[in-house]
């Protein structure tokens, strides 16, 4: 590919988060500065990828003899996020002849190194193009998340390599958005190897088009997302079982119904800090009895200043999600994909504003009726002394989750994995039951029990 098809390819691979909701990344700021800064950052992560490889493994090269032995005839997963692996987990450990790639920084993993070393060939032709874009909200947040527009090169050249040379049975992502899940996805379905997407959260309607040879969604609220807006299915098998990060936590589902006296605040990056800590406190005020467990994001970064010992501080890192709803009564978040992991573990959750940009519905939960927005704290104070929790519909739920009080939930990773074990043959299917409905321009498969 030609030096400018790489940088065009770029800014097409990263054109999610001109649409995604980056409120941070919209703040203006000089192109020295955001040049200044994507460079540091560069820079940055290149010596302490360097320095984490030699300290790990004592040597920086891996030969492609190398890459081609882990990866030959493997069904690659390829889940660089927390988020990512735990929606995959369960699948991995019932696939055969698999290769995680869960750390793109370990040079034993994936070549972040040779990464790094072309993305420099394009790194002026990069800064050249975000230069003659005109000012505005557009070249904002290309500028601030410039980084990811150069890297990305680095990861398509590398990745076309890799499939070019490289015999990979399938590659699996379970994100369809960020940079480096697109650039491999690309660079496979370019040389014909199959592509598997398997959603590890909620979307919305402003998420890419699918263009995987498969796609395994929750439930009719993502199908329809991902038919809108002008896209189209017409480059994916759709195939609609349910979400399969949930099958853990299906079986462990709450049946002890016993007062935990426990309120849970679940936060994401789009949260406000101060909102957060003055929402715990009036509500450690209000409940004294009540302790008050703020649970963040992977991605959260900011600080929360706690000073009542009745509130606590965790995150996705610390606990996984059943262990965490396990201790609470009633679950309080945003606009976040966190209210449906209360729901599938029946746990009362409630939407309320933790953003000065007020309320936002980007998965559709209150406008589908799947959670009740709050809009005062008074409401919300009232809604816990009476204990008169919103619970939907279980066909409502069944939206966001096709296999939810069906037979086979909490089994939906083992049939996926059964899927991937047969190649996909479409033959198979006959033995898992599914059928395929045409609604329209829109075709899925789902099991003959829904």
């Not at 649970?295 to 009745?310: D, F, G, Q, T």
Request: aromatic share 14%.
């Amino acid at each position: 590919m030609k030096r400018k098809e790489l940088v065009d390819l770029s800014f097409e691979l990263n054109n999610f988060l001109l649409s995604e909701h980056l409120i941070q990344s919209e703040k203006p700021n000089t192109a020295l500065f955001c040049i200044g800064k994507a460079c540091i950052i560069y820079i940055r992560r290149f010596i302490y990828t360097i320095f984490l490889n030699v300290l790990k493994h004592g040597k920086l090269f891996r030969g492609k003899s190398y890459y081609k032995k882990q990866y030959d005839l493997k069904n690659i997963f390829f889940a660089p996020t927390l988020n990512n692996q735990r929606a995959l987990e369960d699948i991995i450990q019932k696939t055969n002849c698999y290769f995680l790639i869960d750390d793109i920084k370990d040079n034993n993993k994936y070549p972040i190194i040779q990464v790094y070393l072309i993305s420099l060939k394009t790194f002026i032709f990069i800064i050249r193009k975000y230069l003659s874009l005109e000012n505005g909200k557009k070249k904002n947040i290309i500028g601030n998340e410039l980084i990811n527009y150069i890297l990305t090169c680095g990861f398509y050249y590398v990745d076309f390599y890799i499939c070019q040379n490289v015999k990979i049975r399938s590659l699996i992502v379970s994100n369809d958005h960020t940079n480096f899940n697109r650039a491999f996805v690309k660079a496979a379905n370019e040389k014909r190897i199959i592509t598997t997407y398997i959603q590890h959260a909620s979307v919305a309607d402003y998420y890419p088009e699918l263009k995987f040879t498969y796609s395994f969604l929750d439930g009719l609220d993502s199908l329809y997302k991902y038919a809108s807006c002008h896209k189209t299915l017409d480059n994916t098998t759709v195939i609609l079982l349910g979400a399969a990060r949930y099958d853990s936590l299906a079986q462990k589902r709450q049946v002890d119904k016993k007062m935990k006296y426990a309120i849970g605040i679940g936060i994401n990056i789009l949260d406000d800090e101060k909102i957060i800590e003055d929402i715990s406190h009036r509500l450690s005020t209000a409940f004294p009895e009540y302790k008050v467990i703020i649970r963040a994001h992977p991605n959260w970064r900011k600080s929360i200043h706690i000073y009542n010992s009745n509130i606590s501080f965790t995150s996705a890192y610390d606990e996984s999600i059943d262990v965490f709803l396990n201790k609470i009564d009633v679950l309080i978040a945003n606009d976040s994909c966190i209210h449906l992991d209360a729901i599938k573990f029946q746990v009362p959750t409630l939407m309320y504003t933790f953003s000065k940009l007020g309320f936002s519905d980007q998965y559709s939960f209150v406008n589908s009726k799947l959670v009740k927005y709050i809009r005062s704290y008074e409401d919300l104070e009232k809604i816990i002394v009476d204990k008169s929790f919103y619970i939907p519909a279980d066909d409502i739920i069944r939206l966001f989750d096709n296999s939810y009080k069906r037979e086979y939930e909490g089994n939906v990773s083992l049939l996926i994995a059964n899927i991937i074990n047969e190649d996909f043959d479409k033959t198979f299917y006959s033995q898992l039951k599914l059928k395929q409905i045409t609604d329209g321009r829109i075709s899925y498969f789902q099991t003959s029990e829904c």
